[in-house]
């Protein structure tokens, strides 16, 4: 378990503090078209400058600054390795730790290294896997890592039998029981979604070991599926991207990268890909991972011109699936029903609602409006239920319910048990969208921990107008105009944060007011609640003013009793009619969930179940078919 503090303590720790040159350059440009070659040189020197950053960070002074980072770089790099194999041995003698993040790593290590470590450096690495037990894990992304690294350390040494590694196993069927679950996961995602889906910083923990597999499976089945799946993962990355950001909503992300969306290591692989924003520092911490393979891979062009190449408007509506449920269900997994508006000027995303994924790191819907220079900039608006809860949480977890909540702290998630959190999803929050309008519905039974809405508002919004009789509060993101409804009485109080203090076990933390760099939230202490959220480009008026006028003329009748209900005409003038509890319609008719399919959109469509992906930009278009295991592709 992890979050943005583990990764940058991940960078800072194996590679040190130097510069960081695409970091604070200037935001590079990413052209609408380039010879293929120019765009190839381009993607393997920016994985190249990854891998010299980390060699960069060596100091002959401190031998400890020569980790695992570097070693790859070097390897990858052809360099050294006689040093290369000496620190290999060095590392291996220490206690391992980090289970499947020990084991992908030292994967690529032990491929790069193939012919270039010495027999006993080999030989250390592979004792490693015979003496140390990595757990598996209990998310989607551990065992995405965890059985790709298996698979692909049981191809390398085939023929070892069980006393030779952790499982017991022997190398066969270390391979069968890898293969079995890749191939179950795979089929699960190109089916009815994916669980951990826009994850902010796990897409490095699902796109790392697909790269593996694409580089280095012996299997032919299994290296097609590894190039196959990363494209997947790649395109829905590009498709819900606003000039190179991961926006909104996320099955998991964290407090950090929810309120400024740059800082995420999505945006590494947006630059690494797309090369359309700046990486984020330490190039996300597990940037290295990819890059020391990336040559094995080759971004598809239709999916760059997805993320770079914008021809106007879209809606995209997608099925994703919640994470395992263990506890207090009658489902397994149950549907998300995602959508997604983009704009040249902001993006609108959310979810139906409720018990989303992942209690602890969803976020359900948001606006996010577009900057050039993200760096810094908390360019997005939302509210949310701070909802906790033991039960909920032993729902999704199998830990003993005892210490489950006071356990996370420590596991470096501070904000579950805090009422002023904006991260978390709640049984009580329902959530429809048309377009660029959101609304978001609150019925909180009495008694509830945290019986309150903190709706998010930037330290970058300007334009901030409390319109008192209409109930209205206006702002400007960016090119954006913005018009919050609350519909309870509300006030506003600091944003908290929080402080890393030093630990030799865990995460220790401590709370602090960020309220003087500008960041409030709207709290509204009333258990029937609402939010309404209606975006729209500030080239479609003559000014702010006219924008307020034209939000405060549309026809808005609501109730709290007995449950929140709206009716609402929104600026594309569709009349939403939402009650708590009860289907939302648009202009009369119920949205329909039962008929969505896996994807449906401008650029990417996979009908529910088929296991194919038909990925389109203008005349080019990719089809990737799981069922034949073919890459088809047309256009120009």
């Given at each position: 378990?992890k979050?943005?503090?583990?990764?940058?303590?991940?960078?800072?720790?194996?590679?040190?503090?130097?510069?960081?040159p695409?970091?604070?350059?200037?935001?590079?440009?990413a052209?609408?078209e380039?010879?293929?070659?120019?765009?190839?040189?381009?993607?393997?020197?920016?994985?190249?400058?990854?891998?010299?950053?980390?060699?960069?960070s060596?100091k002959?002074?401190?031998?400890?600054?020569?980790?695992?980072?570097a070693?790859?770089?070097?390897?990858?790099?052809?360099?050294?390795?006689?040093?290369?194999?000496?620190?290999?041995?060095?590392?291996?003698?220490?206690?391992?730790s980090?289970?499947m993040f020990?084991?992908?790593?030292w994967t690529?290590?032990?491929?790069l290294?193939?012919d270039?470590l010495?027999?006993?450096?080999?030989?250390?690495?592979?004792?490693?896997?015979?003496?140390?037990?990595?757990l598996?894990?209990?998310?989607?992304?551990h065992?995405?890592?965890?059985y790709?690294?298996?698979?692909?350390?049981?191809?390398?040494?085939p023929?070892?039998?069980?006393?030779?590694?952790?499982?017991?196993?022997?190398?066969?069927e270390?391979?069968?029981?890898?293969?079995?679950?890749?191939?179950?996961?795979?089929?699960?995602?190109?089916?009815i979604?994916?669980?951990e889906?826009?994850?902010?910083?796990?897409?490095g923990e699902?796109?790392?070991p697909?790269?593996?597999?694409?580089?280095w499976a012996?299997?032919?089945?299994?290296?097609?599926?590894?190039?196959m799946?990363?494209?997947?993962?790649?395109?829905?990355?590009?498709?819900q991207?606003l000039?190179g950001?991961?926006?909104?909503?996320?099955?998991?992300?964290?407090?950090?990268?929810?309120?400024?969306?740059?800082?995420?290591?999505?945006?590494?692989?947006?630059?690494?890909?797309f090369?359309?924003?700046?990486p984020?520092?330490?190039?996300?911490?597990?940037?290295?991972?990819?890059a020391v393979?990336?040559?094995?891979?080759?971004?598809?062009?239709?999916i760059?011109?997805?993320?770079?190449?914008?021809?106007g408007?879209?809606?995209?509506?997608?099925?994703k699936?919640?994470?395992?449920?263990?506890r207090?269900?009658?489902?397994?997994?149950?549907?998300?029903?995602?959508?997604?508006?983009?704009?040249?000027?902001?993006?609108?995303?959310?979810?139906?609602?409720?018990?989303?994924?992942?209690?602890?790191?969803?976020?359900?819907?948001?606006?996010?409006?577009?900057?050039?220079?993200?760096?810094?900039?908390h360019?997005?608006?939302?509210s949310?239920h701070p909802?906790?809860s033991?039960?909920?949480?032993?729902?999704?977890?199998?830990?003993?319910?005892?210490h489950?909540i006071?356990?996370?702290?420590?596991?470096?998630?501070?904000?579950?048990?805090?009422?002023?959190?904006?991260?978390?999803s709640?049984?009580?929050?329902?959530?429809?969208?048309?377009?660029?309008t959101?609304?978001?519905?609150?019925?909180?039974?009495?008694?509830?921990?945290?019986?309150?809405?903190?709706?998010?508002?930037?330290?970058?919004?300007?334009?901030?107008t409390?319109?008192?009789?209409?109930?209205?509060?206006?702002?400007?993101?960016?090119?954006?105009?913005l018009?919050?409804?609350p519909?309870?009485?509300?006030?506003?109080?600091?944003?908290?944060?929080?402080k890393?203090?030093?630990?030799?076990?865990?995460?220790?933390?401590?709370?602090?007011n960020?309220?003087a760099?500008?960041?409030?939230?709207?709290?509204?202490?009333?258990?029937?609640?609402?939010?309404?959220?209606?975006?729209?480009?500030a080239?479609?008026?003559?000014?702010?003013a006219?924008?307020q006028?034209?939000?405060?003329a549309?026809?808005?009748?609501?109730?709290?009793?007995?449950?929140?209900?709206?009716?609402?005409?929104?600026?594309?003038?569709?009349?939403?009619?939402f009650?708590?509890?009860?289907?939302?319609?648009?202009?009369?008719?119920?949205?329909?969930?039962s008929?969505?399919?896996?994807?449906?959109?401008?650029?990417?469509?996979?009908?529910?179940?088929?296991?194919?992906?038909?990925i389109?930009?203008?005349?080019l278009?990719?089809?990737?078919?799981f069922?034949?295991?073919?890459?088809?592709?047309?256009?120009r």
């Amino acid at each position: 378990m992890k979050n943005i503090f583990a990764i940058l303590a991940f960078a800072v720790a194996t590679t040190g503090a130097v510069a960081q040159p695409a970091t604070t350059a200037p935001i590079p440009h990413a052209p609408a078209e380039a010879p293929p070659a120019a765009l190839r040189r381009g993607y393997l020197e920016r994985a190249e400058e990854v891998k010299q950053w980390y060699l960069d960070s060596v100091k002959s002074d401190n031998p400890a600054s020569f980790g695992s980072g570097a070693i790859a770089s070097k390897l990858s790099r052809r360099e050294d390795a006689p040093a290369v194999s000496q620190r290999v041995i060095e590392l291996m003698q220490g206690r391992q730790s980090g289970d499947m993040f020990w084991m992908f790593p030292w994967t690529a290590i032990s491929f790069l290294g193939r012919d270039q470590l010495s027999t006993e450096a080999k030989q250390a690495i592979r004792n490693a896997w015979r003496t140390y037990m990595p757990l598996r894990g209990d998310t989607e992304n551990h065992w995405a890592m965890y059985y790709t690294a298996l698979f692909l350390m049981s191809e390398l040494y085939p023929d070892d039998p069980g006393e030779s590694w952790f499982t017991g196993k022997s190398s066969a069927e270390n391979r069968a029981e890898a293969k079995e679950y890749l191939i179950h996961w795979m089929d699960l995602a190109t089916t009815i979604g994916q669980g951990e889906f826009n994850p902010t910083h796990y897409i490095g923990e699902y796109a790392i070991p697909m790269l593996y597999l694409a580089a280095w499976a012996q299997d032919p089945e299994m290296r097609k599926r590894g190039q196959m799946k990363l494209d997947w993962l790649l395109a829905d990355l590009a498709a819900q991207t606003l000039q190179g950001m991961l926006r909104g909503p996320n099955g998991r992300t964290d407090d950090t990268s929810v309120v400024q969306r740059w800082l995420a290591l999505s945006s590494y692989f947006s630059w690494q890909c797309f090369g359309n924003t700046a990486p984020p520092p330490g190039f996300g911490g597990f940037g290295i991972w990819f890059a020391v393979a990336a040559e094995h891979y080759e971004v598809p062009e239709v999916i760059r011109r997805i993320a770079v190449v914008r021809e106007g408007d879209y809606m995209q509506h997608d099925l994703k699936r919640t994470r395992r449920r263990w506890r207090y269900s009658d489902e397994l997994m149950p549907l998300v029903y995602k959508t997604t508006y983009m704009h040249r000027d902001y993006a609108v995303g959310s979810t139906q609602g409720g018990l989303i994924t992942d209690p602890i790191q969803a976020h359900v819907w948001d606006v996010t409006w577009a900057v050039r220079d993200p760096r810094g900039v908390h360019n997005t608006m939302f509210s949310v239920h701070p909802h906790s809860s033991g039960k909920v949480m032993q729902m999704y977890f199998t830990e003993l319910p005892d210490h489950m909540i006071e356990a996370l702290a420590s596991q470096g998630k501070p904000s579950y048990d805090v009422p002023d959190k904006i991260l978390g999803s709640s049984p009580f929050e329902q959530v429809m969208q048309d377009h660029d309008t959101v609304i978001a519905l609150y019925d909180i039974p009495p008694g509830t921990r945290f019986p309150h809405i903190n709706g998010f508002f930037s330290k970058d919004l300007t334009n901030f107008t409390e319109d008192g009789a209409s109930g209205w509060i206006f702002a400007q993101g960016g090119n954006t105009y913005l018009a919050y409804r609350p519909l309870a009485p509300y006030e506003w109080q600091p944003r908290l944060g929080y402080k890393q203090l030093p630990s030799t076990s865990g995460y220790k933390w401590e709370r602090v007011n960020l309220g003087a760099q500008g960041d409030k939230l709207l709290f509204s202490p009333h258990l029937k609640n609402g939010t309404i959220v209606q975006a729209a480009s500030a080239s479609e008026f003559p000014d702010f003013a006219a924008f307020q006028q034209a939000v405060k003329a549309l026809p808005l009748r609501y109730r709290l009793e007995p449950v929140p209900s709206i009716e609402f005409k929104s600026l594309r003038g569709r009349t939403l009619n939402f009650t708590y509890g009860e289907a939302p319609r648009i202009d009369g008719r119920p949205i329909d969930y039962s008929k969505w399919q896996t994807f449906a959109g401008d650029h990417l469509n996979s009908e529910r179940g088929s296991r194919r992906l038909r990925i389109t930009h203008g005349a080019l278009e990719r089809v990737l078919d799981f069922n034949t295991l073919t890459i088809t592709d047309s256009g120009r």
